[in-house]
């Protein structure tokens, strides 16, 4: 099922935005979001989004599993990020550059001093970076990617560089682990496959094969072409997509084609 795609206009947005997608009108506000929207009633457990920045996001956080729950959400929100696109210089924050009482934090996201006490990180086309819940964190400016996370619309914004928009001190600082980020096991590769998360919340796996690959799926997910073309049970697909592929569903992949596949449960290739 090729899922359709929801524009969501941002401050930090852009006008120019990723082969295959449209730039807004002259008179229309940045794009600075693009949502695969799972039809109503599928009951999706994950998300897919590419962002696409201008300027710095807000400095924010998000809750766990438990603690949304608390709040009547049905899950927390664990994400990924798998980078297509990023300026010299460009840096996404993760975690702060030491450990910080919540008092610290509090004073430093009223003052504005929370943007030193963060960890920003150089990122590159083809990096991956996997944010837990209740990591602080900050997507930079100049960037473009592919974001899959656990499916939730519940940020909490802790700084926001002077921009008109609410902010959650009280919700954000409650779920915030202000300590240094630690870093992830690399990813694992073997036979054109390599996984880029797996964890409890969900497993992303990034395909690259230089031959044509035909691949029958042992479970449930989300296919996101990111280069080149191929077929899911004879339906074409190409890049700038996004699909829910269900179990036993074949999947043809054309040669020099990249694409990811994330699922809430572990799986197999046949």
Not at 13 to 40: H, K, M, T, V, Y
Not at 134 to 148: P, R, S, Y
Request: include cysteine; aromatic fraction near 8%.
């Amino acid at each position: 099922m090729r899922l359709s795609t929801i524009r969501v206009e941002k401050p930090w947005g852009r006008r120019q935005l990723w082969p295959g997608f449209a730039d807004p009108a002259p008179d229309e506000s940045p794009i600075g979001e693009i949502w695969f929207d799972a039809p109503a009633g599928r009951g999706a457990e994950l998300l897919v989004k590419y962002l696409f920045t201008s300027e710095k996001l807000s400095i924010q956080v998000h809750p766990d599993d438990a603690q949304a729950r608390a709040r009547g959400f049905a899950r927390g929100k664990d994400e990924a990020w798998v980078i297509l696109d990023a300026q010299p210089n460009s840096t996404i924050a993760l975690g702060t550059v030491r450990p910080v009482s919540r008092e610290e934090l509090r004073a430093a996201a009223l003052d504005g001093s929370i943007v030193a006490l963060m960890d920003w990180k150089p990122v590159s086309a083809g990096d991956t970076i996997y944010s837990p819940a209740n990591t602080i964190h900050a997507i930079g400016a100049g960037i473009t990617l592919i974001e899959v996370q656990q499916n939730v619309d519940l940020t909490y914004r802790l700084y926001d560089y002077g921009r008109p928009r609410e902010l959650h001190l009280e919700d954000g600082i409650a779920v915030s682990d202000p300590v240094p980020f630690a870093v992830p096991s690399p990813e694992t590769e073997a036979a054109g496959r390599q996984v880029l998360a797996a964890t409890d919340k969900f497993v992303l796996e990034r395909w690259i094969w230089s031959g044509r690959r035909v691949l029958e799926l042992a479970a449930d997910g989300w296919f996101v072409p990111v280069r080149g073309a191929g077929q899911i049970d004879g339906s074409l697909f190409s890049a700038g997509e996004c699909w829910i592929v269900d179990r036993g569903a074949s999947v043809s992949i054309e040669p020099g084609s990249e694409a990811l596949f994330a699922s809430p449960r572990p799986f197999a290739l046949g």
